[in-house]
């Protein structure tokens, strides 16, 4: 916490979250996390978002079935709504010092360079034809659609994973991710 002086008083200045939604599943799960910082940080939520090309895939709908847009983007707003959390949208209302987020392929620019948690919800898939595609050519691996590519931006602070065990399991071996940084 910041400590500065108003009329002799001091004030005390929390830091301040976004976590940044995706799913109802992830959005719970964040929310669910939120509660343990809420009497230390000011908190704010955000459904998903991204850059310019996630903007152009938003207005030409092609991102309708996924957790940018369309039933994913209203279900995760609607629980934020009906929880009365803090909500700013692509984070844009205040200056966040850090972010804690439920997903990598996509990371906004307005959150690059600040402390990321990333936290993984559930599952892996096995690497699928687009990832490998991705992979080999250079391609950004958000084009995959994979959740293969979870933890590869490799832009994250910490990486927060559901269990040890879990973490060790066969499902997950293939993410090959820095050791130094898990949770």
């Given at each position: ?70 039933q994913?983007?209203a ?39 600040k ?23 250079g ?15 490799d ?29």
């Amino acid at each position: 916490m910041w400590y500065r002086e108003c009329q002799g008083q001091p004030i005390v200045s929390k830091k301040k979250i976004l976590f940044i939604s995706g799913s109802i599943n992830q959005t719970t799960m964040m929310h669910k996390i939120s509660k343990h910082l809420a009497d230390n940080y000011d908190i704010t939520f955000s459904s998903f978002y991204g850059d310019a090309i996630v903007n152009l895939g938003i207005s030409l709908g092609i991102l309708r079935t996924s957790i940018f847009d369309g039933q994913f983007r209203a279900r995760t707003e609607q629980y934020i709504h009906n929880n009365g959390l803090p909500f700013d949208y692509r984070g844009q209302k205040q200056k966040y010092d850090f972010a804690v987020t439920c997903n990598d392929l996509v990371v906004p620019k307005n959150i690059q360079g600040k402390p990321i948690v990333l936290v993984q919800e559930g599952m892996t898939d096995p690497p699928n034809l687009l990832y490998k595609i991705c992979r080999a050519t250079g391609l950004p691996l958000f084009f995959s659609a994979c959740t293969a590519a979870f933890g590869k931006s490799d832009l994250y602070t910490k990486f927060c994973v559901a269990s040890e065990g879990y973490f060790h399991s066969v499902s997950y071996t293939h993410l090959t991710l820095p050791t130094n940084r898990e949770v």
